[in-house]
C-alpha cells in the first residue's frame, strides 16, 4: 500500500515532466458531462500530446576521464543537470553530486 501511495505523489509531481494533463482542475470545470471524451485542459498539455515532447529533460552524462600523466587514475564527472532536472532529483530528494 506505501508503495501505491509513494507511487502516486511522484506521479503528480512529477506530471509537468510528463505526457499527462498538468491542471486536472481546469479539465473538471469545462467538463460538464462526466462520461464524456477527456478533454487537454492547457495549451502545454496539447503541446506535450501532439508534439511528443515534454520539458527538456535531455541526459545527464558521466564521462569517466584520465589525464596522460596518470592514465591509471581514472574518475567519473557528471554533467551538471538542467533546472527541470534538478527539480525531478529535488522531489524524491535524491542527492547528485555534479563536479563539472
Not at 28 to 38: I, M, Q
Not at 68 to 96: E, G
Request: overall charge positive; proline content about 7%; aromatic content about 8%.
Amino acid at each position: 500500500m506505501l508503495a501505491y501511495y509513494v507511487e502516486w505523489h511522484m506521479r503528480v509531481r512529477l506530471a509537468p515532466m510528463q505526457f499527462e494533463d498538468d491542471d486536472k482542475q481546469a479539465v473538471e470545470a469545462r467538463c460538464d458531462n462526466p462520461v464524456a471524451k477527456a478533454q487537454r485542459s492547457s495549451p502545454a498539455a496539447i503541446a506535450k500530446q501532439t508534439t511528443g515532447r515534454t520539458a527538456d529533460l535531455a541526459t545527464i552524462a558521466r564521462n569517466t576521464v584520465f589525464t596522460a600523466l596518470a592514465p591509471q587514475r581514472r574518475f567519473n564527472i557528471l554533467t551538471r543537470p538542467a533546472q527541470i532536472q534538478q527539480s525531478a532529483f529535488d522531489l524524491p530528494a535524491i542527492p547528485i553530486a555534479c563536479t563539472q
